[in-house]
């Protein structure tokens, strides 16, 4: 779908590739998560350029989070991450709490980006709906505190999903109005990679809505915890229509369920829709969902036993994160302390 991405430069200043992204930990990690972003999170990592992970569990408390249960979705999340092929070693894996420096250029952000910029985003209205009276604070300033975690490491690509794009430019128009108040080069304008087949994941029983961690239908997604017989059961009950499967993705544009599927198996099998459909064309689902069940099984069943291992031993998981966290800090406190120093702090304790 996109994007050749360059090394984005401001002024005279080029800064070195960098990957950051982060899933937030406030549920299980689900299909979407998996081809929207982890996926290719794995890919940046084997490209060898240097990739920074974070579980952003500061993002997660936006909305109501059970203390116990965050803990335990955030080492789960850790385990989907290293399961589905990121490799601790190569890249950094750390949950955001754990570097204060988020939280601090957070705010510095919130000072810099116009309330007329946040009004437009849409994930806040469609997460705050007609309750917006009655949402957190946190959840409206989200989109700047996500400026901050991807701006705090200089980060020139985001690997994301369709629904983050706009998030990520907000970002460079926070990173643009900061360097220009400042008369600095010193933030990077973040390209966002979104890559693939399977950029926004739908639900699987309304082709309409994106398939998300927090609907309250568990039929409506796929979790990376999910067993092979639950996948097969939830794609067997997946709404679909009566139609034949056709010749050309055109024919797919207005029949949403149908394409869900569609790409889905197309991103699992690392193939084109042009290339499923060569196969699939004029056969109904009674044929094209077994041959999606099995494909889905035979890749997802691996990282869900993986992440169940990996659970078995949290005290490991809390030691990737404390080191990830470690890693992380030492790149992040010098550029922390530069924005205090060039938006006018006092730096003086030693
Ligand atoms: N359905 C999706 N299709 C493709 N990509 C997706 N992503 C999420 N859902 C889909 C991508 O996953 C990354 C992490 O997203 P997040 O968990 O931080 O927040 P989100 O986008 O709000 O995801 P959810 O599952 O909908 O979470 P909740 O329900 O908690 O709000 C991002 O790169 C995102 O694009």
């Known amino acids: 779908m996109t994007d050749a991405v360059q090394t984005p430069h401001v002024g005279q200043t080029r800064f070195t590739p960098r990957v950051f992204s982060g899933i937030q930990p406030s549920g299980g990690l689900t299909l979407g998560n998996y081809l929207g972003a982890l996926k290719r999170f794995v890919q940046k990592q084997d490209e060898g350029i240097e990739t920074i992970y974070c579980l952003v569990d500061l993002h997660a408390i936006t909305t109501w989070q059970d203390p116990e249960k965050l803990r335990q979705q955030t080492r789960e999340a850790a385990a989907g991450f290293i399961a589905a092929g990121i490799d601790p070693t190569r890249s950094i894996l750390f949950n955001q709490s754990q570097v204060s420096a988020h939280a601090e250029l957070g705010w510095v952000f919130n000072c810099v980006a116009r309330l007329g910029w946040m009004n437009r985003m849409t994930q806040f209205k469609d997460k705050a709906g007609k309750n917006a009276e009655n949402v957190s604070l946190g959840l409206y300033a989200y989109p700047s505190l996500m400026a901050a975690d991807i701006l705090l490491y200089h980060a020139t690509q985001v690997p994301v999903g369709e629904d983050q794009k706009q998030h990520v430019e907000l970002t460079r128009d926070i990173a643009a109005k900061f360097n220009h108040d ?95 459909l060569a196969e699939y064309a004029g056969r109904g689902f009674g044929a094209f ?62």
């Open 182 to 276: 400042y008369k600095v080069d010193f933030f990077p304008l973040t390209e966002p990679v979104i890559q693939g087949v399977a950029t926004r994941v739908m639900s699987l029983r309304d082709g309409s809505k994106k398939m998300s961690k927090s609907d309250p239908s568990d039929q409506s997604r796929i979790n990376l915890t999910d067993d092979a017989d639950t996948i097969a059961a939830k794609f067997r009950k997946a709404k679909t229509d009566a139609g034949v499967l056709p010749d050309l993705p055109e024919a797919l544009a207005d029949r949403p369920e149908a394409r869900n599927l569609v790409n889905i198996y197309a991103a699992l099998a690392d193939q084109s829709v042009e290339e499923v």
């Open 289 to 350: 969902k077994p041959a999606l069940v099995d494909l889905a099984v035979a890749k997802l069943a691996p990282i869900s036993t993986e992440m169940k291992r990996l659970m078995d031993d949290p005290a490991e998981i809390d030691r990737i994160l404390g080191d990830g966290a470690n890693r992380a800090d030492a790149i992040a406190q010098p550029i922390l302390a530069k924005t205090l120093e060039i938006v006018g702090m006092i730096r003086s304790r030693r």
